[in-house]
Structures are given as structure tokens and as C-alpha cells.
């Protein structure tokens, strides 16, 4: 079982930045990586970005060039650091992490852009 909080949300202006956290515990055998989504209202949840074990990462059109993903291993957490935000940024952005015993997910946080 692995759990996961995500911390760092907020309501931001746009041209703002934000720093999402994502701090996992629990047991596991092997971390393949771990990825953020975001959902907005009436909408599908959607890649935002992700990181693997190794530390590569990948990151949706929509937001490349303007969010890095990081990690600290010593602390079990991944960073989305998100710059330039719009409103089309707004929603509910996830967390999972990938295990060789499955997907988990935090409880999502609410990122509003908005002047």
C-alpha cells in the first residue's frame, strides 16, 4: 500500500507560479515512476507530466517549456514546478505512483488561475 499527498495548490494570477508536492509512503518493492494528471471540470484526466525511477521525464505539449517535474528520492517526493500559468491551467491535479504492485493515487489538489 502506498499513500499519497499532494500539497502546494492554490489560486495563482495568471503569469504565476506554483510548486505541487507529492509525498508518498507506505511499502513497496520497485518505484517505475510517478506522474502527474490534472482534471478540470466537465473533463477527462489528463498527463501532465511524468518521471520515471531513472529520473526521465515527459511532459504533455500543453505544458512543455513552463512545468518541470523533479524528485528527491531521499524524501519519497516528486516536485511539478509550474510556471506561467494560465487559466486553461486550472483543475484538479493528481498524483500516482507507478510500483511493480500497482498504480496508486493521492486525493488530487485544486489549482485555480484567475485574475
Known amino acids: 500500500q502506498v499513500d499519497l499527498v499532494e500539497s502546494g495548490g492554490g489560486l495563482v494570477q495568471p503569469g504565476g507560479s506554483l510548486r505541487l508536492s507529492c509525498s508518498a509512503s507506505?511499502?513497496?518493492?520497485?518505484?517505475?515512476?510517478t506522474d502527474w494528471y490534472r482534471q478540470a471540470p466537465e473533463n477527462h484526466r489528463k498527463l501532465v507530466a511524468g518521471?520515471?525511477?531513472?529520473?526521465?521525464?515527459n511532459y504533455a505539449d500543453s505544458v512543455k517549456g513552463r512545468f518541470t517535474i523533479s524528485q528527491d528520492d531521499s524524501k519519497h517526493t516528486v516536485y511539478l514546478q509550474m510556471n506561467n500559468l494560465q487559466p486553461e491551467d486550472t483543475a484538479v491535479y493528481f498524483c500516482?505512483?507507478?510500483?511493480?504492485?500497482?498504480?496508486?493515487w493521492g486525493q488530487g489538489i485544486q489549482v485555480t488561475v484567475s485574475s
Open positions: 518521471i520515471t525511477d531513472g529520473g526521465r521525464t
Open positions: 500516482q505512483a507507478r510500483t511493480s504492485e500497482g498504480a496508486y
Open positions: 507506505g511499502r513497496w518493492i520497485s518505484l517505475l515512476g
